[in-house]
C-alpha cells in the first residue's frame, strides 16, 4: 500500500533481479492470505500492525542474522535507496 507502487510487486521484481536484501513487510493487512503472499513474493517476515516494538526488533535481529554475508549493504532502486 505504497502512494505509488504495489509493495509486494517491488518485491518480487527485486526478487527476480536476484536481489537478496532481507525484507520484513510491516503492514495492516492481516488475512491469511496476504501472508502468504507477502512470503511468497519474497519477504523475509511479515508483520501485522499493531505490534510491539520489542517484537519488531526480534524480527529485524532474525532477518539480520539469516542474511548475515548474503544481502549487498545498500539497496538502491531509482532514486529510493
Same mark, same amino acid.
Given at each position: 500500500m505504497l502512494s505509488d507502487a504495489n509493495g509486494l510487486d517491488l518485491l518480487a521484481e527485486l526478487r527476480k533481479s536476484g536481489e537478496s536484501v532481507p525484507v520484513l513487510i510491516m503492514t495492516a493487512r #492481516?488475512? &491469511?492470505d496476504d501472508r502468504i503472499k507477502g512470503l511468497d513474493c519474497g519477504a523475509g517476515n511479515y508483520l501485522v500492525k499493531s505490534f510491539d516494538v520489542d517484537e519488531l526488533f526480534a524480527r529485524l535481529?532474525?532477518?539480520i542474522r539469516r542474511a548475515k554475508d548474503r544481502a549487498e549493504l545498500e539497496l538502491v532502486y531509482? #532514486? &529510493?535507496f
Amino acid at each position: 500500500m505504497l502512494s505509488d507502487a504495489n509493495g509486494l510487486d517491488l518485491l518480487a521484481e527485486l526478487r527476480k533481479s536476484g536481489e537478496s536484501v532481507p525484507v520484513l513487510i510491516m503492514t495492516a493487512r #492481516d488475512a &491469511i492470505d496476504d501472508r502468504i503472499k507477502g512470503l511468497d513474493c519474497g519477504a523475509g517476515n511479515y508483520l501485522v500492525k499493531s505490534f510491539d516494538v520489542d517484537e519488531l526488533f526480534a524480527r529485524l535481529c532474525s532477518l539480520i542474522r539469516r542474511a548475515k554475508d548474503r544481502a549487498e549493504l545498500e539497496l538502491v532502486y531509482q #532514486d &529510493i535507496f
